[in-house]
């Protein structure tokens, strides 16, 4: 099955710049998605196609997606911010959706 | 506005059965696929199942296959999960998502509801 690899948590001071990787086996020729997650909150999705931003999204929140890694970077970071963070595929081999493990991010 | 709203949850004893609902409303049920999603606790979130806008198509995770049924009935704008054969493993809160189109193959997940809890414990 298609594996989707995160770091378990990435640090950043506010005002800096966070990049968050989402690692995966030639992930490039994929379309991937991304989704913020708050405690106690139902996920909401922050990045789609690899690059689009949903409208409500703020413009500090961007990703690309090259070779085996795509990344969502928030620039300008917020405490608002803090969250935990998945990165999304859709696995054409099996038909099935397939979600990483998720990243921690912690406004310092 | 786009709505879900998930019910069904509950504490069940492992072998047991439950039925989950995802009520929709706000947008046109049958033009977009449907999909289950559940997250344990302190874990990530974990693809469950998803039915195409038609009925016509359904998928589900390998650790679910043949213990769980996903429907929909697209005159009440709602979508089913039953879940039987329940394992300890399975406790998780079940998030319904909507998906872009009725395929749903490809897509993200632009809606989600606030989810319920399904507790399976002796």
């Known amino acids: 099955s298609y594996v989707l690899t995160l770091p378990p948590s990435v640090s950043v001071a506010p005002g800096k710049t966070a990049s968050i990787t989402c690692g995966g086996d030639n992930i490039g020729g994929k379309s991937v998605h991304w989704y913020q997650q708050k405690p106690g909150q139902a996920p909401v999705l922050v990045i789609f196609y690899d690059t689009d931003r949903p409208s409500g999204i703020p413009e500090r929140f961007s990703g690309s997606n090259s070779g085996n890694t795509a990344t969502l970077t928030i620039s300008r970071v917020e405490a608002g911010d803090e969250a935990d963070y998945y990165c999304q595929v859709w696995d054409s081999s099996r038909d099935h959706w397939v979600f990483g493990g998720g990243t921690k991010l912690t406004v310092l | 506005e786009v709505q879900l709203l998930e019910s069904g949850g509950n504490l069940v004893q492992p072998g047991g059965s439950l039925r989950l609902s995802c009520a929709a409303s706000?947008?046109?049920?049958?033009?977009?696929?449907m999909s289950w999603v559940r997250q344990a606790p302190g874990k990530g979130l974990d693809w469950v199942s998803t039915?195409?806008?038609?009925?016509?198509?359904?998928y589900y995770a390998d650790s679910v296959k043949g213990r769980f049924t996903v429907s929909r009935d697209n005159s009440k704008n709602t979508v089913y999960l039953q879940m039987n054969s329940l394992r300890v493993e399975d406790t998780a809160v079940f998030y319904c998502?909507?998906?872009?189109?009725?395929?749903?193959?490809?897509?993200?997940?632009?809606?989600w509801g606030q989810g319920t809890l399904v507790a399976v414990s002796s």
């Open positions: 998502a909507r998906a872009r189109t009725a395929d749903g193959r490809r897509d993200y997940f632009d809606y």
């Open positions: 039915i195409s806008g038609s009925a016509s198509y359904t």
């Open positions: 706000g947008f046109t049920f049958d033009s977009h696929a």
